[in-house]
């Protein structure tokens, strides 16, 4: 017995070193992104204060954003059992095509912004598997509604679905499984997953996905023995890192179509509402110097895509006589 465990002890290590070299020391061969897009949110606008539609204008025809991550909020579309208000929606989704732009609809529970999980009132105290009816319900009547929508490339199912973060139940990975074959049967359009950047492995979201998003993510906040510590990944963690983790997830599941960034860090960590701190403490995680190295990183981790996260921030900035961001932004969009 002890002869088989310091066999297994070896492979480990062996898998370990492994491992290490690939992810760190082999850079990989990196091809700079080609596209750049944004993750728009109504409710993030909402947040700070802002008018929602005027800033999604902005974002189009301003900055000539062409490619838009957009959420769809249940507690929003469904606030009553039943009672489903597709009217921002439909604005948001023949805006965005008026303008050229392709969409990624997020369908879900789990949705880009804190609490992570958007659950109407009425569900909240459901049995859990009442509510995931529901929520097969309502994916059923966003497909139905806008499958014939040329904008609309392809659907996000759940956000970071198997990253414990949020406000949420726990990842049950039978009903994402069941989500994926309802709207597989219901339309043909590309399932997007998305997954953690560093500290995930993506097994199971690649598995599962036609296309896997990742975030990249260089400052935040981690857990350790927990306390909560700001985490600065810039000089630790190189683009090969994600390049190689990529390059070894295609080769598990060939069966994925591509793998991008769904979320660049683009707005600052901040374990607070941003809108009642100084600008000064903002700047602390993201001020303009970092958002040209990140934007620098993305393209040399090489993937097809990227989408920033922070567009609201940026136009909250403008309006505080503050348009670094926005028009450093504008030029990866024209």
């Not at 879900?108 to 999980?117: A, D, H, L, N, T």
């Not at 598997?129 to 497909?143: A, F």
């Amino acid at each position: 017995m002890r002869k088989i465990l310091k066999i297994l002890a070896i492979i480990l290590v062996g898998l370990g070193v492994a491992l290490v070299v690939i992810y760190f020391l082999i850079p990989g061969q990196a091809q700079e992104t080609t596209r750049f897009g944004v993750t728009f949110s109504t409710k993030r606008a909402d947040n700070l204060g802002l008018n929602w539609k005027e800033v999604y204008i902005a974002m189009l025809d301003d900055l000539r954003v062409k490619n838009v991550r957009l959420p769809v909020y249940w507690d929003d579309l469904e606030p009553e059992k039943d009672e489903y208000h597709f009217e921002d929606l439909d604005w948001l989704v023949s805006r965005a095509a008026r303008s050229g732009a392709n969409l990624i609809l997020v369908i879900g529970r789990k949705q880009p912004r804190w609490p992570e999980c958007f659950v109407p009132s009425w569900a909240e105290n459901l049995d859990p598997k009442e509510q995931e009816e529901e929520i097969l319900e309502m994916i059923e009547k966003v497909v139905l509604r806008y499958k014939k929508e040329p904008a609309i490339t392809s659907w996000q199912v759940e956000n970071e679905f198997f990253v414990p973060f949020g406000i949420c139940p726990k990842a049950v990975a039978r009903f994402l499984d069941e989500e994926l074959t309802h709207i597989r049967a219901l339309d043909q359009r590309p399932i997007i997953l998305t997954d953690g950047g560093r500290g995930s492995f993506w097994f199971e979201s690649g598995k599962r996905a036609d296309i896997l998003g990742i975030s990249v993510y260089r400052v935040n906040t981690v857990k350790i023995f927990g306390q909560k510590i700001l985490l600065d990944s810039t000089k630790i963690i190189p683009a090969g890192f994600y390049r190689k983790k990529a390059w070894l997830i295609e080769a598990l599941f060939p069966r994925l179509e591509d793998i991008f960034i769904a979320e660049l860090q683009s707005e600052p960590w901040i374990e607070k509402e941003i809108s009642g701190l100084s600008l000064e403490e903002q700047f602390k995680t993201m001020d303009i110097n970092k958002f040209k190295k990140n934007i620098e990183f993305a393209k040399s981790i090489g993937f097809s895509e990227t989408y920033l996260w922070g567009v609201e921030w940026w136009y909250w900035l403008k309006g505080r006589n503050s348009s670094d961001f926005w028009n450093e932004a504008r030029k990866l969009f024209q």
